[in-house]
């Protein structure tokens, strides 16, 4: 446009140059809106980027702040033998003993996710079998749930095979099971763990009757540090991680995961992931 308005300069004449300043005109807004749009655009993309890193960073601090004001206080008290009861002295460093062990899970989790996030996770990349999968993920929920009594409902179709790490996966489903084991009644737990083919894909359910997740917090469930109203209802602990691994572990198998509920009874978490297909 700018061209085309020289253009017409050199050709001369008054109607022309009335012409050219209208074309010089638009073409000058034309770059200040661009201008002023792309200058929006990565300035409210930076405040964004900058409000998410302070935002994770606010989290961390305060999920290590926690165990450590905890510890800190709990060795006070022995150093300055506050506590002269052996008992007492004995549940103090009990205590401190699980602070740590929070602390040291945490990390762990935050190093966890941070290799899957960045690909510096080591996944086998293998042809698996989901009953293998659902095996080994019901094997570490026997250790959540230490014999609680629980109406557990197990449907796999046969033969149903992916392409990924085997512990990985049995990890994310372990996950799910466990949540849907803390978030449910102490009396009448009912889970179902389904597994079936969806044309080219595998779906691996976890249901449960739990109290549900509100609307509004089933887009943000799997961030960082994110936990429902219904954990501080209830007074579950945790470190706000386990739905971030899933989801990035589910992801990193060019898969995805979401869930479904109503906000009032029950959630049904659904890991949809690309199925291989049977060796001829």
Known sequence: ????????????????????????????CAVAIAGYTIGTIFVTRGASLAAIQNEFLSSVSHEVRTPLTSIRMFIDTLREERVQDPKERQRCLTI??????????LVGRLIELSKIEHRHAAFERKTIS???IVDDALASFEAVRVGGEVDLCVKVEPNLLVHGDRASLAQAVGNLLGNAWKYTPSQGKQIELAACAEGKHVTIAVTDNGEGIPRPEQDTIFEKFHRGSSTAQQGHHGSGLGLAIVRAVVEAHQGKIDVKSDGSHGSRFRIVLPRRKEAA
């Open 1 to 28: 446009m700018t061209a085309l308005g020289i253009i017409l300069l050199a050709i001369g004449g008054s109607k022309s140059v009335a012409v050219v300043g209208g074309i010089l005109l638009l073409s000058f």
């Open 96 to 105: 401190i003993l699980q602070e740590l062990g929070r602390l040291d899970g």
């Open 130 to 132: 989901v009953n293998d």
